[in-house]
């Protein structure tokens, strides 16, 4: 269940940056864009792998 909701919560954070990100993307420019999104993937996989062993260790 906890999966689940971190899930849910990963994909409306998605759902909300991307507009925004697409809006102020000439602000930001194409450079600190791509210098921020290479954060993104191992900060999520970094954020599953620890709340695996959390599950793991509690059972």
Do not use: C
Request: proline letters at 3%; charged letters at 15%.
């Amino acid at each position: 269940m906890n999966v689940l909701i971190i899930l849910g919560v990963l994909f409306a954070t998605l759902l909300i940056l991307i507009p925004l990100l697409e809006r102020y993307q000439h602000k930001l420019g194409l450079d600190k864009m791509q210098r921020y999104s290479k954060y993104i993937f191992p900060l999520v996989m970094a954020s599953l792998v620890v709340k695996l062993i959390y599950v793991l260790w509690n059972e």
